[in-house]
């Protein structure tokens, strides 16, 4: 049976799995992201330290987040360098 390139089944399973790990990974960004902006509005005096540990968080997880995805769409996607 001969398969173009974009209906190989192996090709639709490896972009469905990509879609599924980028879709989760921005979750987790959006969430963290949440966090700190819905206690950036609440705080500004008292506990200023824990509002730096939760911007802190929201880019260590955006910077996580474009890595592997960055690495996912290459890797699994069958791209070259």
């Known amino acids: 049976m001969s398969y173009e390139k974009n209906e190989h089944p192996s090709y639709v399973f490896g972009s469905a799995i990509i879609t599924i790990i980028l879709g989760s990974l921005s979750f987790i960004v959006a969430l963290g992201w949440n966090s700190f902006v819905s206690e950036s509005f609440v705080q500004f005096s008292d506990k200023s330290e824990e509002l730096k540990a939760r911007f802190s968080y929201a880019i260590l997880v955006t910077a996580i987040a474009?890595?592997?995805?960055?690495?996912v769409m290459y890797f699994i996607g069958g791209c070259k360098w």
């Open 66 to 71: 474009i890595i592997i995805g960055f690495f």
